[in-house]
Structures are given as C-alpha cells and as structure tokens.
C-alpha cells in the first residue's frame, strides 16, 4: 500500500454525510429522502441517520407536509433578491432602507436593484438577479402586466417570491388591503366636506395609476365609496379619473389640466394612489385659486407629506400611513416563516392609519 495513500484515514460515514449535504448547493433545494438516497447511492437505513442528525444539528430544515428537506439558513447566510419600486419615489426608498436594516439583523446577504419605475428594467431586474444565484425574491414593481413574466422567470428558477403591492401569480403578496386604505382616505374626505362645506362639492378628483392594474384601482374605488358614505352618490360627471402615473410631475400636470378644462370647480377633493402624486396635485391647487376651497388625502405616509399636511393653509389634509419603516422587519419575518416550510395566507395585509394634523400636533 503506498504511504501517502491518505485514503485509509477516511471515516465512510462522515464522508457519507457529507456526500447527502452536498447535494444542498442553494436554499432553494428541496429534496426528499427517497431523491436523496438515489442521488448519494447511500443506502436507506444510513441515509435516514444521517438526515436526521443534520436536521438534529441544524444544517437541514424538514418542510412539512410533504416531508421534503433543504438547507438551514442558520448554517449558510440566505440571499434575498429586492427589487425596489423606483429610487425617486420616497416609499420605496424608506421601504428599501427598512428592508436593509432587517436584513443584516437577521444575516441574511441583500442584493438589491432599482426597478426605476419601468416594466423593462423589472424583468430584467428579475433575470439578473436569478443569474445572482439567490434564494429568495422580493419584487416591489407597479405594472400588473409584467407580473405574470416575473413570476415565470422566478418560477423557473424555482425562486420563491414575495410580491410587495402588486399581485403577482405564485407569489405571496404584502401590502396593505388597498380598498379599506382608499375607503378609509374617502371617509377623511368626505368628512370634512360634510363638516366645512354644508356638502356642497364640485368635483372629485382621483389620480389612479391604469398600470397598477385592479389592485391600485381598487384603492381608488375604496376613495370614492367613501367619499359616497357622507355625501351621497357622486354623479359619474363629477367624477375625474385622472392618470398621475404614481408620480410627482406628472399627477401635477393632470392636475393643472383639471383646472383649466373645469374654470368653475371651486369645491374640490382630491386623492391619490400615493403621496408622491398627491403632493404633485397639492402643488397644482396651491398655485390655483381654490387652494382654500380644495382637500387632499394621500396614501403611503411619507415624510415630505407629513410636513406639508403640518402646514396650516394646506389643503393637505390627511395621508393613509402604511409605516414603510415597518416593512423590512415583517417582510423578513414572513420570508423566514415560508422558508421553513410553515403554512402562510396568501396575502399579508399591514396595518394602516389616518394621519391627519391633529395627530401630527400629538405627536
């Protein structure tokens, strides 16, 4: 036998072990007992003992009920793709540095990308971000069309995927229950026409984002249901679906282009799909003549519209805080939970809150 034949120092057991552990390369690997035993070639009785003290010593996990295996998180860092909404839009930014701080607090590697508001960039977001080798996949896009081509290109790959606002097939969607969000904004407004207006309203003003699909317009739907609750039904000729795109300059110009079509509005409420379009509207009526005579209800709860709903002659009367500070944590949280194995709802609503300036002032 030749002397440096290091073989004879090998234990066949261990080398056996690390044979079935080695066919674990990603978190995504999910493997019976049964593949496991065909793959390694380790027979039954030894490959059984050799999971269960890996799952016992926490290299593998067991996922339930189908009693299938994958690699613990605990023994190697996961990679979680986030592919933020846009890096001009406040929300996303404050989601994206929530996510960020979660994510190192719970070791996990975040490799993010900018979706910059734009379909294209989305999916091919999406495709490098497989070709990055991660585990796990957070989408934060608005466009209800490219939703099923990410979830096919996560599919294949066999990423799973949350889906953060905007539905997207397979995936489990965070966000808020857009219609109770829109509804509670459209009370808020309704409200204070009832109260400061004796009811009396011209128009009423909805910046929608058509892209977003049903999910965005249900938001917008929920505004003038509640609206509806205090002042009766709107007649569909004072109602003014307007395209803000989401987005600050154009919700502005939708907004000034109301104005000029409608010289007799006086009695305006206005709301948006964000705060980001509806700070673009509040612009617009506070260069107008009825900035006093108009009311704005936002969604999102970002910082700069705080500030201007603090302002006593705004006509910035509310936002719908979805607490984007909150998100990292409960996004990482779910993650975790669905990388176990254990059982979660399809969808997964957070809470929501009107802020107004009564509640600023508490503060």
Same mark, same amino acid.
């Given at each position: +036998? &030749?002397?440096? &034949? *290091?073989?004879?120092? %090998?234990?066949? +057991? @261990?080398?056996?072990?690390l044979d079935v552990l080695e066919l674990f390369s990603t978190h995504r690997e999910e493997l019976t007992l049964e593949q496991i035993i065909c793959r390694t070639r380790v027979p039954h009785a030894s490959a /059984?003992?050799? @999971?269960?003290?890996l799952v016992r010593r926490g290299y593998l996990t067991r996922i339930e009920p189908d009693k299938r295996y994958r690699l613990s998180w605990n023994r190697k860092k996961l990679r979680v793709g986030y592919a933020g909404? *846009? *890096?001009?839009?406040? /929300? *996303? %930014? #404050?989601v994206g540095l929530s996510l960020r701080r979660a994510a190192e607090e719970a070791g996990c590697e975040?490799? %993010?990308s900018d979706n910059e508001g734009d379909p294209h960039t989305a999916i091919r977001n999406a495709r490098e971000m497989v070709g990055k080798d991660i585990d796990f996949a957070i989408e934060f896009q608005r466009y209800e069309k490219v939703?099923? @081509?990410? #979830?096919n290109i996560f599919g294949e790959a066999r990423i799973k995927t949350i889906a953060i606002h905007i539905p997207q097939p397979g995936a489990i969607f965070f966000g808020v229950d857009n219609y109770k969000a829109g509804l509670a904004a459209g009370e808020t407004l309704g409200r204070h026409a009832a109260s400061h207006w004796n009811s009396q309203v011209d128009a009423v003003v909805l910046l929608d984002v058509p892209q977003g699909g049903q999910a965005l317009h249900s938001r917008m739907l929920g505004v003038l249901h509640g609206i509806e609750q205090f002042l009766g039904a709107i007649p569909p000729g004072q109602q003014h679906w307007l395209d803000g795109g989401g987005r600050f300059e154009a919700s502005r110009q939708a907004t000034v282009n109301f104005l000029r079509r409608n010289p007799k509005a006086t009695h305006v409420l206005v709301s948006a799909v964000s705060d980001h379009s509806a700070l673009g509207a509040a612009a617009a009526l506070k260069a107008s003549r009825i900035c006093k005579t108009a009311a704005i209800v936002g969604h999102d709860g970002d910082q700069e519209a705080l500030r201007e709903i603090s302002e006593p002659d705004s006509p910035y009367l509310a936002t719908i805080g979805f607490f984007a500070d909150r998100y990292g944590r409960e996004l990482i949280d779910l993650m975790t939970r669905i990388h176990r194995g254990e059982s979660v709802s399809p969808a997964h609503y957070v809470n929501f809150e009107v802020i107004d300036r009564v509640k600023l002032q508490r503060r």
């Open positions: +036998m &030749d002397s440096n &034949d *290091s073989s004879k120092y %090998v234990i066949p +057991m @261990v080398s056996k072990a /059984f003992r050799i @999971v269960q003290t909404l *846009s *890096s001009e839009i406040p /929300f *996303s %930014v #404050a975040l490799v %993010v939703a099923p @081509v990410l #979830a």
